[in-house]
Nanobody
Framework: VQLQASGGGLVQAGGSLRLACATSGFTLNRPAVAWFRQAPGKEREAVSC????????YYPDFVKGRFTISSDRAKNTIYLQMNNLTPEDTAVYYC???????????????????WGQGTLVTVSS
């Protein structure tokens, strides 16, 4: 199982960025997948979760309406579209999956079985 995140970079406040996570070793038709982030000095937190079997998503309140998680089964890729970014969104973003759990809500409140490497997002004011 591999997850490879990309797409991070520097963006101004109010801007947008799309992250991508290329996956291999499993198919995007059953497990829950997610994006987490970790800012300096803070704990890692879930920002978006998706049940790939029924497309049900879960977002914590602090990103609701700004972030959108999606998947492309043909490309085995997970995406995170981030709009209206603020400096508080600056963090290392990680894609993740739980291969034996399909609930997006449960994954956002639990722990993935597999992690990708992080990609840094920096939002300037």
């Amino acid at each position: 199982v591999q997850l490879q995140a990309s797409g991070g970079g520097l963006v101004q406040a109010g801007g947008s960025l799309r992250l991508a996570c290329a996956t291999s070793g499993f198919t995007l038709n059953r497990p829950a997948v997610a994006w987490f982030r970790q800012a300096p000095g803070k704990e890692r937190e879930a920002v978006s979760c998706l049940s790939t079997n029924n497309e049900i998503t879960y977002y914590p309140d602090f990103v609701k309406g700004r972030f959108t998680i999606s998947s492309d089964r043909a490309k085995n890729t997970i995406y995170l579209q981030m709009n209206n970014l603020t400096p508080e969104d600056t963090a290392v973003y990680y894609c993740a999956a739980h291969l034996t759990q399909s609930s997006s809500y449960a994954l956002c409140h639990g722990r993935p079985t597999d992690w990708g490497q992080g990609t840094l997002v920096t939002v300037s004011s």
